[in-house]
């Protein structure tokens, strides 16, 4: 099978044949039909204090079909897609993680970001059969492949507690912005304002549910969000992860205000403690996802509650992969770009 493997920092990515991969007990091999490309994918084949190991096969976010199960109840065709989670040799016989930690127990891999647990920028991959999930019949296996990204904004807007009614604000409008985004208006929130440089980038979330966009570059973001609104933001979702960002929502939100922290800076960082402290703030941090996320996430694609068409900018096959992954790196207006292995 062809596949995308990391080698070293700075070098792009390199199509390798390798040998396709057999299902153990409780496994299953799923023929990849599409793959996005995360952000996180990226940071990770950077430099930072954890590095990624050479030979890894990235992509966390498939959809595909089963090529072979050594599961009961899987059987060969059946449309799937997966939380990508390896847990530990103790853990797996048991069905999950037996703390039910998920993503967040510190012995679980994920699929795609370890080098003994290949993703999906290739042609196959093993799945542990606990962590799939039939893709409903009348959804598109292209628009399932959204339901890892999607269900990270589920999560984060769920773990922000109430926003019916409220005034929320948005920094950034990537992949998991536009998630956010999504789920923030289904949960009720009244203002919902997304800031974005790039002016592509800011036409989509207008697209798929902000009640208005603004321009960070244009006018300050208190005076654009209040004058929109007519307040400043209760709640605060920052999706991007750059260093400085923490202390910019920090300065931004009132007195109880609520700040979400989903993006993920792999930087030191710093803040004014004080700050926060005097408006008696709450600041979560979020990271991933449940099982019952990612149930939600495909129940409302296929109810068409979510347009799916609207998040994907770009599907390309795995010969373009390199040069587009690096590409990326630097400010771009692409929504979620999926790999198709066969194209």
Known sequence: MRVAVFRHEGSPLGIEDRQTPTARPGELVVQVAYCGICGTDLHATEKSAVSLEAGTVLGHEFSGVVAESAAPGWRRGERIIGLPLYECDECRPLGGCRDRLGILCGRTKVIGLAADVPGGYGEYLTLPAHNALRVPDSLDLRDAALSEPLSVGAHAVRLAGALLGGRVLVIGAGPIGLAVTVFARLAGARHLIVSELDPVRRNRAGTIGA????????????????????????????????????????????????????????????????IAIRKELTVRFVLGYTREEFELVLDLLAARRIDANKLVSDVIGLDALPELFESLRRPNPRAKVLIDPRG
């Open 211 to 274: 009640s208005a966009v603004l321009d960070p570059e244009a006018e300050p973001v208190a005076a654009a969000f209040a004058r929109m609104t007519g307040g400043p933001p209760e709640v605060i979702f920052e999706c991007v992860g750059a260093p400085g960002l923490l202390r910019h929502v920090i300065d931004l939100a009132p007195v109880h205000g609520r700040i979400v922290v989903v993006g993920v800076c792999r930087h030191e960082d710093s803040i004014l403690p004080r």
